[in-house]
């Protein structure tokens, strides 16, 4: 983990709890947010839409892909930004080439391997909507806290 954390649209409960029914077929269930900017603290580094004054707002986030790798080592959803004006933004506002939420791992695979998985593929789907906020976090699949807290 970085130690100045990063940028993510965090799921409320009822959204992870969504992903984990729906999706979920691995023994480490993650379904906790989509990673905006990595190793920041500095909200002028947010990708654009978002500025610093959308930290705290609610997002919503539409499912339009599933991956899920061979060996069961990870799998993931492919997510848009639903926009105020209704638009999909499907790519751009996270540094992330496939924008998407780690649902689950086989508890070795680490969950950043779901960027690979996801370039080499996915299922198109409809899927349901997440509700989310645009937070700073140092969370992982190992630590809720920051470094030497």
């Given at each position: 983990?970085?130690p100045?954390?990063y ?17 979920c077929?691995?023994p480490?269930?993650?379904?906790h947010h989509?990673t ?5 603290k500095?909200?002028?580094d947010?990708p ?8 705290g707002?609610?997002?919503t986030?539409a ?8 060996d069961?080592g990870?799998e993931?959803v492919v997510?848009?930004?639903?926009l105020?004006d ?14 998407h ?9 680490e969950?950043a391997t779901?960027n ?7 299922e ?10 645009l937070?700073?976090?140092w969370?992982?699949?190992?630590r ?6």
């Amino acid at each position: 983990m970085h130690p100045d954390g990063y940028f993510a649209l965090v799921l409320d409960p009822p959204s992870a709890e969504i992903l984990r029914r729906r999706f979920c077929t691995l023994p480490r269930p993650i379904a906790h947010h989509c990673t905006l900017r990595y190793g920041t603290k500095n909200p002028a580094d947010l990708p654009p839409p978002f500025t610093a004054s959308d930290l705290g707002r609610a997002f919503t986030l539409a499912v339009t892909g599933y991956a899920r790798r061979d060996d069961g080592g990870v799998e993931a959803v492919v997510v848009g930004l639903l926009l105020e004006d209704g638009r999909l933004l499907e790519q751009g506002f996270t540094e992330n080439a496939i924008p998407h939420v780690t649902v689950a791992t086989d508890g070795i695979t680490e969950p950043a391997t779901a960027n690979d998985l996801l370039r080499a593929g996915y299922e198109r789907i409809a899927g349901p909507l997440l509700l989310a906020r645009l937070e700073h976090t140092w969370a992982s699949s190992s630590r809720e806290e920051p470094p030497g807290a």
